[in-house]
């Protein structure tokens, strides 16, 4: 909405003109998105609590979790309409990328909803198989439609290699099934990490701060000339507004950690979890860092592998590799505190984060 302000008066009053730029923008988003959060979840929290919208403790998880029973949860509610709220705002609304995350993102967050309000009404939440078969129909709804009208870039980039040089060029019908699963996998990961308090929030703010630099990179230009192709990155013009996006999703978690952090005040659930994740696969994706996103995404990432191995593991031989899974529970059942494990986690997150942007210069 600024945005088309300024396009509407930027001749009549000159200061509007800084609108136009994607940094102070982005700044702005953060801002109001953080404000946002910073302001309402005392009054969200509150009346959480007076609907009884309280956390449900698995009887075969950690002891030390029972004591949480009860906290609110569907905070992640708040998140997502700041995170919407600020981005429309501030963004450019001319740019399809924007309207194609958000679209994820909020789809994505309306499943959560449903599932997290099922398991408070019904005490059963959407079936997994569910679950998972809606976000491939609402992802791949978004992402087939967008295609269908604009051209999309299909070329799978590969980390610390020029792109000029090098990639893997997929036919759309091969890379749109491939990003569709990406997504889903993302949304699903961060929602595996949503364990304990504090963990996921704190690696969805790193991670997007770190794609938030790489979407601007990718689609900025100075004296003229590409930053992309500068460090030789993937140059696509339309991803330079998504920082804007990203940091109204940074701004949003910041907020949300303030009262989520241990001992938490409140919970994101599955409306927040699902949401971030998949919109942290979209930045990935459209800015072509799939394969390099691995890497910014790592602790999501060994926290699904660790679901997954356990699972074939005690199906194909009855045993488990780990105490519990995600791979959190079975640090608490080592006897590790919780806090301890959150901040390591998040240190890991960081250092993976600057191995990521190590990749701007090494290629």
Request: glycine share 10%.
């Amino acid at each position: 909405m600024f945005f088309w302000i300024y396009q509407m008066l930027q001749d009549d009053w000159s200061p509007l003109r800084v609108f136009k730029y994607v940094p102070f923008r982005t700044i702005g988003s953060t801002l109001t998105a953080l404000v946002i959060t910073m302001w309402l979840y005392p009054w969200f929290i509150r009346r959480l609590r007076g609907e009884k919208v309280g956390e449900t403790i698995r009887d075969d998880g950690p002891d030390q979790h029972k004591k949480k029973s009860g906290t609110p949860t569907m905070g992640g509610s708040l998140m997502l309409i700041a995170l919407i709220l600020s981005s429309l705002l501030w963004a450019n609304l001319m740019n399809s990328f924007v309207w194609l995350i958000l679209a994820i993102t909020f789809t994505l967050g309306v499943i959560g909803f449903v599932d997290d309000y099922q398991k408070l009404r019904k005490k059963k939440g959407i079936t997994g198989k569910t679950k998972l078969a809606l976000q491939f129909v609402v992802v791949g709804a978004c992402l087939g439609v967008y295609s269908y009208i604009h051209p999309f870039n299909t070329k799978l980039t590969i980390p610390f290699l020029r792109v000029d040089l090098y990639g893997i060029d997929l036919p759309l019908w091969l890379y749109l099934p491939f990003a569709v699963t990406y997504i889903v996998g993302t949304s699903n990961a961060v929602n595996l990490t949503d364990g304990l308090d504090g963990l996921a929030i704190g690696p969805v703010i790193i991670a997007a701060g770190t794609l938030l630099i790489l979407c601007y990179l990718g689609g900025a230009t100075f004296m003229k000339k590409s930053l992309a192709e500068y460090l030789r990155i993937p140059a696509i013009p339309q991803v330079y507004e998504l920082p804007v996006v990203a940091g109204a999703m940074a701004g949003a978690g910041i907020g949300f950690l303030w009262y989520n952090t241990y001992p938490a005040s409140v919970f994101m659930g599955d409306v927040g979890s699902l949401a971030l994740g998949g919109a942290l696969g979209t930045l990935a994706v459209l800015s072509k860092n799939e394969l390099l996103g691995v890497i910014i995404l790592g602790i999501f990432v060994v926290e699904a592998i660790s679901v997954i191995t356990q699972t074939v593991s005690y199906k194909l031989t009855g045993k488990r590799v780990f105490r519990m899974a995600p791979i959190h529970h079975h640090f608490e059942l080592k006897g590790w505190a919780e806090p301890k494990i959150i901040v390591r986690f998040w240190i890991i997150a960081i250092f993976l984060a600057l191995i990521a942007m190590s990749s701007l210069k090494l290629r």
